[in-house]
Structures are given as C-alpha cells and as structure tokens.
C-alpha cells in the first residue's frame, strides 16, 4: 500500500497524471515577427561624402494556419507553422519542438517549448473548449480552436 501511494504521489507531483494519448488539429490565426535588412546612404556632413550603411526594419505579419499538438505518454510536442519559426533557433524534429514544464489535468494541458534562447512560448490548450493560446515574445502568438485528429486509417483515393 505504501509503494502504491508513494507512486501516486510521484505521479501527481510531474502534473502529467491520468495523461491519454492525444493528437489535435487546431485551426486558428497567428503573428509573428519579421525583420528585413535594407541599404541606405546617408550624407555625412563632416567629411561632406555620402555614407552608405543598413537599416534592420521590424514588423509584425500575421498568418490563419493550423498547428498539430502530440501528447504521448508524459511527452507533448507542437508543430507550428514554418512561417512562424524564427531564422535564428533551436533547431526543431522536423519542425515539431518538444515541450518541458507538461502539466496536465483534467481541464488544461500547458507547457512552454523553446525556439530560441529569446523566446520559450507558453502553450494553454482548454479541454473543455479546445481553446488553443501559444504566447511568446516579440508580438509571437496564436490563437486557435482545436480538435481531435481523426486521421483516416484507409486512403481516400
């Protein structure tokens, strides 16, 4: 009896308790940040020449796509759309980044994954309402509905 409640508690504790393997589609719109380098010149007054430099321009673009969500075992994972992923970042499975700090209940699964050393986005899925929220830094978010993936088992054609 002891050992049983003592892995309950272990259980408990990791947040991933009663966790079912899940695989979700959610449709929703998204925006990220974009950065573009452009050559400027300048007038240099004090040697009277024109200066030629770059100018980094920022904005932000915004995007309706779908994202995937894995939860398998006490793993999750997270495709997010290849227009959402950063120049610079951690490298990703083929374009799914893995999540540290799972928790799972009854009425929520969240996490965060990590796309660079900047921005580790929070990741809140509602099981109630299949409200997806992905928030991270520099104008990175996604709000979405999702549902189950009822991927066919046979081809359609």
């Given at each position: 009896?002891?050992?049983?409640?003592?892995?309950?508690?272990?259980?408990?504790m990791?947040?991933?308790?009663?966790?079912?393997?899940?695989?979700?589609v959610c449709?929703?719109?998204?925006r990220?940040?974009?950065s573009?380098?452009?050559?400027?010149?300048?007038w240099n007054?004090?040697t009277?020449?024109?200066?030629q430099?770059?100018?980094t321009h920022?904005?932000v673009?915004?995007?309706n796509?779908?994202?995937?969500?894995?939860?398998r075992?006490?793993r999750?994972?997270?495709?997010?759309?290849?227009v959402?992923t950063?120049?610079?970042n951690?490298?990703?499975?083929?374009?799914?980044?893995?999540f540290?700090r799972?928790?799972?209940?009854e009425n929520?699964?969240?996490?965060?994954?990590?796309?660079?050393?900047?921005?580790?986005?929070?990741?809140?899925i509602?099981?109630?309402t299949g409200?997806?929220?992905?928030?991270?830094?520099?104008?990175?978010?996604?709000?979405?509905?999702?549902?189950?993936?009822?991927?066919p088992?046979?081809?359609?054609?």
């Amino acid at each position: 009896m002891k050992l049983y409640h003592a892995a309950f508690v272990v259980i408990a504790m990791t947040g991933v308790a009663h966790a079912e393997d899940i695989s979700l589609v959610c449709q929703g719109s998204g925006r990220y940040p974009t950065s573009s380098t452009s050559s400027v010149t300048t007038w240099n007054y004090s040697t009277g020449q024109p200066s030629q430099g770059s100018a980094t321009h920022t904005e932000v673009q915004s995007v309706n796509a779908n994202i995937r969500f894995e939860l398998r075992g006490e793993r999750a994972r997270i495709l997010m759309p290849p227009v959402m992923t950063p120049t610079i970042n951690n490298g990703s499975d083929g374009g799914w980044w893995n999540f540290d700090r799972l928790e799972v209940t009854e009425n929520e699964i969240s996490g965060r994954f990590n796309l660079n050393v900047f921005n580790k986005p929070r990741v809140r899925i509602d099981r109630r309402t299949g409200v997806i929220e992905v928030d991270g830094n520099f104008n990175y978010y996604f709000l979405g509905e999702c549902q189950r993936d009822e991927t066919p088992v046979e081809r359609r054609f």
